[in-house]
């Protein structure tokens, strides 16, 4: 699971659509939904976190945060993919490059021994969440202006 220092300097969300499965160690929102549910399909309303699956469908993800516009994603670093391109540099309001690299933690609570092996980054979609970022006090790089060119 998202480490907990992460969700408590963001405030409260309403939907964890991809939550850790129960019993998770510290909630991520007011409403989870977990496998077998599908995220994606259900319903989202209020305010959402969302640390998707790492993968090919992660982009599947990001589209579903833009759609919504009240949202914030945790994902690796990877600027320079088509996904990333598509997904972040042109739908989000704001992203928070997070400094060093996280450490995830056990279904127990436990945290990993190894970092996550690569750099995080938060998406923000929506205004609200950019200035979430701003205001979390989290060790980063804030970028909420840029232009996509080509």
Not at 4 to 33: K, M, N, Q, Y
Not at 76 to 83: L, V
Not at 124 to 144: C, I, K, Q
């Amino acid at each position: 699971p998202t480490p907990p220092s992460i969700i408590e300097a963001l405030g409260t969300f309403d939907l964890d659509p991809c939550a850790a499965p129960s019993p998770r160690p510290w909630p991520t929102a007011v409403r989870h939904i977990e496998l077998p549910e599908d995220g994606l399909a259900a319903e989202w309303s209020g305010r959402v976190w969302c640390n998707p699956p790492y993968g090919k469908q992660i982009a599947r993800w990001l589209d579903r945060c833009a759609e919504h516009g009240n949202a914030i994603a945790l994902i690796f670093a990877r600027t320079e993919t088509e996904a990333f391109f598509d997904t972040v540099w042109r739908k989000a309001t704001a992203v928070l490059f997070l400094e060093g690299r996280l450490h995830f933690h056990h279904v127990g609570g436990q945290r990993a021994a190894a970092n996550s092996g690569a750099p995080s980054v938060l998406v923000a979609y929506g205004a609200n969440n950019a200035e979430a970022l701003r205001d979390s006090g989290l060790a980063g790089s804030l970028v909420n202006s840029w232009e996509v060119l080509a």
